[in-house]
Nanobody
C-alpha cells in the first residue's frame, strides 16, 4: 500500500506558474512509476505526465508538452509537477497516481491515487 497526498494547487492567472507536490508514504517510493492526471469540470480524467522509477524517463500529454515538467525526489518520497505558462484550459483537479505503467495514458493503469488538488487558471 502507498498513500499519496497532493499539495500546491491554487488560483492563478493565465501565464503564471505553479508547482504541485505529491508526498508518498508506505512502501518504497522508488519502486513505483508515478503519474499525474487531471479532471476538468464535465470531462473525463486525463493523463498529464508520467515518470519512470529512476526519474530518467518522462512522458507528457501533447496539451502540456513544453509547459509542464514532471520530476521526482526518491530521497524525499515526492513527485512534482512544475506547470508554467498556465492556460484557462488547464483548470482542473490534479491527481497524483502511483504504481502504473510508464507508457500507459489511462487512469486504469494506476493502482493508487491521491485525493487531488484544485488548480484554477483565470483569463
Amino acid at each position: 500500500q502507498v498513500q499519496l497526498v497532493e499539495s500546491g494547487g491554487g488560483l492563478v492567472q493565465a501565464g503564471d506558474s505553479l508547482r504541485l507536490s505529491c508526498a508518498a508514504s508506505g512502501r518504497t517510493f522508488s519502486y513505483y512509476v508515478m503519474g499525474w492526471f487531471r479532471r476538468a469540470p464535465g470531462k473525463e480524467r486525463e493523463f498529464v505526465a508520467s515518470i519512470s522509477r529512476s526519474g530518467g524517463t518522462t512522458y507528457y500529454a501533447d496539451s502540456v508538452e513544453g509547459r509542464f515538467t514532471i520530476s521526482r525526489d526518491n530521497a524525499k518520497n515526492t513527485v512534482y509537477l512544475q506547470m508554467n505558462s498556465l492556460k484557462p484550459e488547464d483548470t482542473a483537479v490534479y491527481y497524483c497516481a502511483a504504481d502504473g505503467s510508464l507508457l500507459a495514458r489511462v487512469h486504469t493503469a494506476y493502482n493508487y491515487w491521491g485525493q487531488g488538488t484544485q488548480v484554477t487558471v483565470s483569463s
